[in-house]
């Protein structure tokens, strides 16, 4: 079951940061904390993954706290093509893989 | 990254019928692939885990004879949704695990079933 909690939907200006916050107070030691976004009617898109320091590739920023118990996804710059849910989940590559209801970000003009 | 892909993309039967789903990984061997269903304005929701050359997993409340899995080769898993019904009718995306260079999970694009 889904070991995460997140916000049910938020709201970004274009342009602008979108900080997308996850709950996981529950993470074990060995679990990375990974984030994928759905835009409608496709298939999970892989974003970002971490352990426990902070990540940056050219889509996101992930940053972690240091009990591990929460993370926060960054998106610089959002765009109108980045409206999606987004889903946040600890894995630590054996076990299943589970969703939580995500975030659904929603990118304004 | 790597690939995965599902065929076909979308399908329409007649209830009763069954259903065969595809999911291949395209440039990487999985061993592991996990099978998902997701309803309109709902998560994916994990109904198997399929296993290279052993019998699949199934999550609890998913039936495995109505749900057949098989992972005959570490590039290709089959969804088999027998005798469907319209209460089937979901978006259905697999899943492979690559572990190696990637340390993640690809997702497929997905198979929209339709039973009429």
């Known amino acids: 079951d889904a070991k995460t909690t997140q916000p049910p939907s938020m709201d970004c200006a274009e342009g602008r940061a979108a900080n997308l916050p996850c709950n996981h107070s529950?993470?074990?030691?060995?679990?990375?904390v990974y984030w994928y976004r759905q835009i409608h009617s496709q298939g999970p898109q892989y974003i970002i993954h971490?352990?426990?320091n902070n990540e940056t590739n050219e889509m996101a920023s992930l940053i972690i706290t240091e009990d591990r118990k929460s993370s926060t996804l960054i998106l610089p710059h959002a765009t109108l093509r980045d409206t999606a849910v987004y889903y946040c989940i600890v894995w630590n590559n054996f076990n299943k893989f589970y969703f939580g209801s995500g975030t659904k970000l929603n990118v304004k003009p | 990254g790597a690939v995965v892909s599902q065929h076909p993309s979308r399908v329409i039967c007649k209830s009763g019928t069954s259903v065969k789903i595809e999911c291949r990984s395209l440039d990487f061997q999985a061993t592991t692939m996990f099978w998902y269903r997701q309803f309109p304005k709902q998560s994916l929701m994990l109904m198997a885990t399929?296993?290279?050359?052993?019998?699949?997993?199934?999550e609890q409340g998913v039936e495995k004879d109505k749900f057949l899995i098989n992972h005959a080769s570490l590039t290709l898993s089959t969804l088999t949704v027998t005798s469907a019904h319209p209460e089937d009718s979901s978006f259905y995306i697999c899943s492979a695990r690559e572990v190696v260079l990637y340390n993640e999970q690809f997702f497929g694009p997905g198979t929209r079933l339709t039973v009429l």
């Open positions: 971490g352990l426990k």
């Open positions: 529950t993470i074990s030691g060995n679990e990375y």
């Open positions: 399929s296993n290279e050359g052993s019998k699949a997993t199934y």
